[in-house]
């Protein structure tokens, strides 16, 4: 089993550092003025604002073992069979995922499904998956994706007019 932690880039520091300054704020007023329920609401704050932030910025990482890649960012996690990955493909789509860098790879999955990720060792995060073979460049994870279920589709199809 191998642990690859994300890669994490300075915009993602800064925005970091932007939003616990602003929960900090937020919170030095709320308990300035005082009251329990300031005081809760500056907790939830601060939880949510900064806590929230810290848990995936620390915690996100990518292990590779017993047939699996698990991702975990935060509280999410996803558990992908490595048999079932179709896919990867360098990509810089500035989406919502586990990845703390543009620097990503976007790996196709199952019927479909696609997830983005960050290594810091992209080279030996594929290697570990045995994915080398599955690289096309110049075509996006989702468009092999989607040219292997054509592929799949029009087999299918001649076989079937075959045994008509």
């Keep these: 089993m191998e642990v690859f932690k994300s890669k994490i880039d300075k915009w993602i520091l800064i925005c970091f550092a932007l939003s616990l300054l602003a929960c900090l704020l937020g919170t030095s007023v709320m308990i300035k003025v005082g009251g329990t329920a300031n005081y809760v609401i500056a907790a939830v704050i601060l939880i949510i604002g900064a806590g929230f932030p810290a848990w995936i910025l620390a915690s996100t990482k ?9 991702i975990i960012s935060g509280p999410f996690s996803w558990n992908i069979p490595i048999q079932s990955i179709t896919s990867i493909q360098e990509t810089q789509i500035a989406i919502t995922s586990p990845a703390l860098s543009f620097d990503r790879l976007e790996i196709t999955y199952g019927e479909g499904k696609a997830i983005l990720v960050s290594p810091e060792d992209k080279a030996t995060f594929i290697r570990k998956l045995g ?6 460049p110049g ?9 292997k279920v054509s592929k799949t589709s029009n ?6 007019q075959q045994n008509s």
């Design 131 to 136: 994915a080398e073979k599955l690289i096309v």
């Design 62 to 70: 990518y292990v590779v073992g017993d047939g699996d890649l698990k």
């Design 139 to 147: 075509k996006s994870a989702q468009q092999q994706a989607t040219d």
């Design 155 to 160: 087999k299918k199809s001649k076989r079937n």
